[in-house]
């Protein structure tokens, strides 16, 4: 996949400055922002002359090494936390809404696989080493995130980019990265 750097650096603005716009816009700007990123991401794609179908390859064998592959990624983030401790009491409460639930469940994984590990990942992977286009993939995503968390999406993160590039699909990382935000919701309504 060829991605021109004029193109790809006009996409990295669209979605930092959009997604400063969205936090101002609370739970409806989540499921505004996604739907919309995942259209720009799309267009950016064509505009190269990339079919996005690439990253949706074998979709039911993706969604089962997602399922399989979960229980490791939530493994490796246990022990992520364990030598970096959440700060639980100064968590924010999350309360229940349709917005947030959609958006946490299927708008954020299909919109930030798209944007980070697809998008994101593939153009840094064209100009470097893949381990390196992982990592500083992971970086970038990690830093759309709440501090306080950097390691744990980090590591996730890394887990969901060497998912990506190991079955060569976005289908096994969205589908973990939607389980482990599921879980993360329950564990903020139990609070």
Known sequence: MKIKLTTFLI?????????QLMVFLGDAGLIIWYPIMVLVTLWF????????????KDAQ????RGLALFPLAYLALLLVTLIFPLD????VNIDWNVFLVITALFLA????EMM????????LKSRMR??????????IFSLFHPFRVFPQVFVLAV???????????????????SLNNFLALIVSFMK
């Open 45 to 56: 794609l064509k505009m190269d002359g990339n079919d996005p179908k690439i990253w949706f």
């Open 130 to 139: 893949m381990e390196l286009a992982i990592i500083l993939s992971s970086i």
């Open 88 to 91: 639980t009491e100064n968590t």
């Open 11 to 19: 996409y990295i603005l669209i979605l930092i400055t959009s997604a």
């Open 116 to 123: 980070f590990r697809g998008y994101i990942q593939d153009f």
């Open 159 to 177: 887990i969901l980019g060497t998912v990506k590039e190991h079955y060569n699909s976005l289908i096994p990382s969205m589908v973990i990265h």
């Open 61 to 64: 064998r993706g969604f089962i």
């Open 109 to 112: 994984p299909l919109g930030e």
